[in-house]
């Protein structure tokens, strides 16, 4: 009895949390442009999908940005985080209380602040500007997830490292990095995904012509979306499940998947 | 290597001012000023802005973000800490699987997601659509308060859900099974042993669900139809809209203090329970 409650208990769940996309699934197949006509199965929106220039440039912006900036904030902020580990405990907890800042402020407040900024100086809004801002709220992130594996790391390992003569740049490569490796990914990965997926940021920190995915739906949602946006959706959700089907067939341990 | 590792941070403190500190410092200026921005000159000193939020009208948005807020972070908690439960009690050749099922949605564009709600809530959408063939009374949730507080359940709840598997996960086996050899029933273990237990996770869980509900703009705006707004609306309205940056900082930095006074409260119901107060996950 239990075992069949949590199982509808879950299966609700699961069907709260799938029905928009089956939605838009079942729509990226429909042959009536409008949204709550069915005219029949078509293949068209996918067809249509590739030939639309503001999806592909959307698309195009949205993973150039993710890109770069989670490349960008991981290697800085994997540095940074060796050197607030070994600052003194005062400018540690000062560095690590501003790092929190972007964390803890709501999207909304960290967009206009950087808007404020990028205006105040004359700088034109547009693809850099966006790439600053993503990169400014991804490095808290990596440093947040690289500075418990250095807390866990022995110390005693550099100081062996650098005893047998090694250089503290060959130390660094050599022993700290590996060690700390899995917190660097975890860190890369929650870059990677904060940034495909922001809206708030993107809208305040970009300038015409630059638009990402999020930007471009929530233009279109006022006046209706293209029907190979749903199409986009279907792709989407499949390359999702089969990376994750892959990666979980790779790790054993399922926590991993969390970062 | 100690003191030389250090060094290591330094372009990132400087980065820091620059793009963290001097921009929140930029809001606060500009929320104490008036006159035209463009023209730094004509700025002057100026408390308005924060005496306009006192408007009713404005005190009223506020209230009503709040509102909507804690409904929705209610609503997930209830919601969600069966989940985490469920999840955590599945056999762990399945609970991968399932946990990664789990996960898919917040992988798929936001935007995408909330905008899908419309096409099932709307006058004419699924639902209604569903009820009508049935012969029933079509339902009018959107737009509207309910429509919003579906939306935020229904993009937060992975965040309250993760924290509290997270914590749940790591609960030590034996300490269960010896409350049970000392007599505890299953409801018992888990008011007593389990709950308890999970207090940071789901602490965590609450500020991750009520901090991006009471700042979102994007849900209010698609569901709510224009006429819910909150004060996320209101900030962004200032900005792109009205373009009375003077006003919007304001609402911004207070928007700031009410989330940090918030989550100075949720910190100290989390201390008496001893952990850190990062978020778990």
Known sequence: MVKFLKRFYLTLI??????????????????????????????????????????????YYTFLVALLSSIISTVIGTFSAIGIHNMGLFGKKL??????????NPDIVTGIA???????????????????????????????????????????????????GATPSYALRKVIIPQIMPGVITGALIAFTLSIDDFVISFFTTGSGVTNLSILVYSMAKRGVKPSINALTTLMLLTVVILLLLINKRTTKGDELIP | MKNKA??????????????????????????????????????????????????????????????????????????????????????????????????????????????????????NGFINRLLSWMGLPTLSIMPGQTAVILGMIYNFLPFMVLPIYTVLSKIDKSVLEAAMDLGANKLVTFVKVILPLT???????????????????????????????????????????????????????????????????????????????????
């Open chain 1, 14 to 59: 699961f069907i709260f949390l799938y029905a928009p996309i089956a939605v838009l699934i079942v729509y990226s197949f429909n042959e009536s442009k409008s949204r709550g006509y069915w005219g029949g199965f078509t293949f068209k929106w996918y067809a249509e999908l590739f030939r639309d220039r503001d999806i592909i440039k959307a698309l």
């Open chain 1, 95 to 104: 560095a690590l209380n501003i790092n929190y800042l972007p964390v803890l």
């Open chain 1, 114 to 164: 950087l808007m404020t900024l990028f205006i105040s100086v004359n700088m034109r809004l547009g693809f850099l500007t966006m790439l600053i801002s993503h990169t400014v709220f991804n490095i808290p992130y990596v440093i947040l997830s690289v500075m418990p594996k250095l807390k866990q790391m022995d110390k005693n390992m550099t100081e062996a490292a650098l005893d047998l």
């Open chain 2, 6 to 123: 250090r060094f290591l941070a330094y372009p990132y403190m400087v980065w820091m001012v620059i793009f963290i500190v001097v921009p929140l410092l930029l809001v606060l200026f500009y929320s104490l000023t008036e006159g035209n921005i463009k023209d730094p000159s004509s700025l002057t000193f100026s408390l308005n802005n924060y005496k306009r939020v006192f408007d009713v009208m404005y005190l009223n948005v506020i209230w009503k973000s709040f509102k909507l807020a804690i409904i929705s972070t209610i609503c997930c908690l209830i919601l969600g800490y069966p989940v985490a439960l469920i999840i955590s009690t599945i056999k762990a050749k399945y609970k991968n699987i399932v946990l990664m099922f789990f996960l898919v949605p917040i992988w798929m564009n936001f935007l995408l997601r909330t905008y899908a709600w419309m096409s099932i809530l709307s006058p």
């Open chain 2, 199 to 281: 207090v940071p996770g789901i602490i965590s869980g609450i500020t991750m669900v009520f901090m991006p509900a009471v700042s979102t703009f994007v849900i209010s705006q698609l569901l709510g139809g224009g006429k819910e707004l909150l004060i996320g609306n209101l900030i962004e309205q200032q900005f792109t809209v009205q373009r009375d940056w003077h006003f919007g900082s304001a609402l911004s930095i207070i928007l700031m203090i009410m989330i940090l006074i918030s989550m100075a409260i949720m910190s100290k119901v989390e201390k008496d329970d001893g952990n850190g107060g990062a978020p778990r996950w």
